[in-house]
């Protein structure tokens, strides 16, 4: 999914860890209880705004 847009996509519950998330657009995603694994390629404000919109964030 590395540099796709997911504008609308529901994520809810999906579990992304060990995915490839490079440059991916996740601004307007459903992300309840979504799982992602390595964030070291998010930024602090992507972070926090998954973290508020009840994404699982591992670190």
């Given at each position: 999914?590395?540099?796709?847009?997911?504008?609308?996509?529901?994520?809810?519950s999906?579990?992304?860890?060990?995915?490839?998330?490079?440059?991916t657009?996740?601004?307007?995603?459903?992300?309840?209880r979504?799982?992602f694994?390595?964030?070291a390629?998010?930024?602090?404000?992507?972070?926090?705004?998954?973290?508020?919109?009840?994404?699982?964030l591992?670190?």
């Amino acid at each position: 999914m590395s540099g796709a847009s997911l504008y609308g996509v529901d994520l809810s519950s999906a579990d992304l860890r060990g995915a490839i998330l490079i440059d991916t657009d996740l601004i307007g995603a459903r992300v309840e209880r979504t799982r992602f694994g390595q964030t070291a390629d998010f930024s602090r404000d992507l972070r926090r705004d998954l973290r508020q919109r009840g994404a699982i964030l591992e670190e």
